[in-house]
């Protein structure tokens, strides 16, 4: 079977397999839906652990390969239960290799539908953290440590970078972007892309496939309500800035992305069709692959076919604007718009059914087909990376020097936001909330009153506003102000004793009052008590600039165009701001 020669073109090979797939395995190529392992490297057979359905059943009855990895275990556990699905593959009737993708999993978010804390990986500060450092090259070296341990593991598709922008600062994603700034965003972007590819100009075995999301740009959601959730479809323009969001995309295309998703979200007051991304035409077909030239793999955003339970909850299908066609029509409606895969589904019946039916040709199929099969043969799944080797993703994953990196960056994204007591010398006496005592142990002593303290140390999360669903509680939105007694709180501890507050910016926090009344504030993006407190007490040097503006109040953000970025004229914090020396270089 000449698929199977190494040796020949990658066209050649793509062009013999897919001549020998019936409309099944074609169409099981079309879907990619969870799968999650045991701690011990073990295969879920029960259905009810299952988050979908069963690797074993969706490999052998559904001809499906690829699949979203949830949970983690140790690297060698990993590796193994990786081998494991591999050996499901090679024994089916054309022996089709797994594909592999994850959301990151290299820093301090736990949201089971956007990010995995690192667990056994190297942790970094999260992407806003590397947005405020700006440097492409620490981004590069990131994307390059995160792709050395997606090897070593067996995930070749990255569900990231995600190329958003945090231009409507309720909006709950904005963690995971690299903040507000289109051109900022691009220069990284393209940065985390060539990271994740590795050495050389295409993709290959040793690279990890970036799928760049969400086409064209979420981020200017309505009231900053997310798309997951039927109240947060609309993505609307007031301030006409459509094209401004697309640059990140443009340069990730330019960069050689080969892997693009686009997001729930329905353009609202556009000339685009009013239904969610991934099911419209003019946006996939006309202007991600016509306008912007792109020919890789669209995949969709996940569960936009069929309703689903999440985590024992009811959820809609995310069919924002197409609610009353069925699952069957959606499907159609979704590969007629240029979509070629669809993300946490697992209903290659439908496909099947469309072309028998006679409404699907099945060369449209093939169309898909080939990029996906495509994709599987440059990463080296047919030849030398099917499988992984346990003993090296024991050594790789978490390495000390991988573990340094990801120490060193977070050190270096906390921004200074007001200057104070910093950095400390000697041993205060420290009253600490929100750190662990046990270390700041090697940097004071630690008193529980803070009437006995020199100075204090509060670390904050970023305000919002809790939702009731299980699913939806992960995903942090609304105001962005504290709480009238919660604010009491903080400000009679900073009335009190001299306060250094260290706030976790997931999103721009309103904190006119905690930043006047502060000794000093520093905003972090994911960063070890250690890492904050080098910084306090002068042993690491920050170089963090703010990737968004923080505003001053409410009002002003309730009153903000979504689209617009940088929309404050007297921001409690501009864009950029960041105290240090000044050998810093700029954004």
């Known amino acids: 079977m000449r698929y199977r020669d190494s040796q020949l073109p990658v066209r050649e090979r793509v062009e013999d397999l897919l001549a020998r797939m019936t409309l099944q395995e074609k169409a099981g190529l079309l879907f990619q839906t969870m799968v999650t392992l045991h701690p011990d490297g073990s295969l879920v057979d029960d259905p009810a652990e299952a988050p979908a359905a069963p690797a074993r059943a969706m490999i052998g009855e559904l001809a499906m390969n690829h699949f979203n990895v949830l949970g983690a275990a140790g690297p060698r556990e990993m590796a193994q239960w990786h081998n494991r699905l591999q050996e ?3 024994d ?21 539908g956007t990010a995995m804390r690192s667990g056994p990986f190297s942790q970094w500060p999260e992407t806003l953290g590397l947005a405020a450092v700006g440097d492409p090259d620490l981004v590069r070296r990131h994307a390059d440590t995160v792709r050395r341990e997606y090897l070593a593991v067996g995930l070749r598709v990255a569900l990231h970078p995600q190329l958003d ?8 994603r904005i963690s995971g972007t690299f903040g507000e700034d289109a051109d900022l965003t691009a220069r990284l972007g393209a940065a985390y892309i ?30 900053g309500e997310d798309p997951h959730f039927p109240y947060g479809q609309e993505q609307v323009y007031p301030g006409g800035r459509f094209d401004y969001h697309l640059r990140p995309f443009e340069a990730a295309v330019a960069a050689g992305a080969t892997q693009m998703m686009p997001y729930y979200g329905k353009p609202v007051g556009t000339p685009y069709e009013e239904v969610a991304f991934g099911f419209n035409r003019d946006v996939v077909t006309g202007l991600l692959r016509e306008r912007l030239g792109f020919d890789g793999i669209v995949c969709t955003d996940w569960a936009i076919v069929n309703d689903h339970p999440i985590m024992g909850e009811p959820h809609p299908a995310r069919a924002w604007g197409v609610e009353h066609l069925s699952p069957s029509e959606r499907v159609l409606k979704a590969l007629h718009a240029g979509v070629d895969q669809f993300g946490g589904e697992h209903c290659p019946g439908l496909v099947v059914d469309l072309v028998r039916s006679g409404r699907l040709a099945e060369s449209r199929v093939d169309a898909s087909v080939r990029r996906l099969l495509t994709e599987k043969f440059r990463l080296g799944l047919f030849d030398e990376r099917r499988y992984v080797d346990p003993d090296l993703a024991e050594e790789t994953v978490g390495r000390a020097d991988f573990r340094a990196a990801g120490a060193a960056a977070q050190r270096r994204s906390v921004t200074v936001l007001k200057p104070g007591p910093t950095p400390l010398a000697g041993r205060p006496r420290l009253y600490v ?55 009491k709180e903080i400000l009679t501890l900073l009335d009190t004793v001299p306060t250094v507050v260290a706030i976790h910016l997931e999103r721009p926090a309103v904190i006119p009052e905690i930043a006047d009344r502060s000794a000093a504030l520093l905003a972090v993006y994911g960063a070890a008590d250690t890492a904050l407190l080098d910084v306090v007490f002068g042993r690491a040097r920050p170089e963090g600039r703010l990737p968004f503006q923080l505003p001053r109040s409410m009002r002003e953000v309730e009153s903000g165009r979504s689209d617009v970025p940088q929309e404050s004229a007297d921001p409690l914090f501009p864009f950029g701001h960041g105290e240090f020396g000044p050998e810093h270089r700029q954004h």
Not at 165 to 172: D, F, M, N, Q, V
């Open 88 to 90: 499901l593959a090679e």
């Open 92 to 112: 089916t009737r054309l022996g089709i290799p797994v594909t592999l993708s994850t959301d990151p999993r290299h820093s301090f978010t736990d949201n089971p």
């Open 165 to 172: 922008l945090a231009t409507e600062p309720r909006w709950s």
């Open 194 to 223: 060539e990271g994740l590819r590795g050495p050389g100009d295409t993709l290959g075995p040793d690279s990890v496939a970036a799928m760049v999301k969400h086409f064209p740009g979420g981020g200017p959601q309505k009231d």
């Open 433 to 487: 909330e929100g750190v662990d005592p046990a270390a700041c142990a090697p940097y004071g002593e630690v008193v529980t009153d803070p009437a006995d303290a020199d100075l204090a140390l509060l670390r904050l999360g970023t305000p919002y506003e809790p939702r009731p669903g299980l699913f939806e509680s992960f995903f942090h939105a609304g105001r962005l102000d504290f709480p009238d007694e919660r604010l």
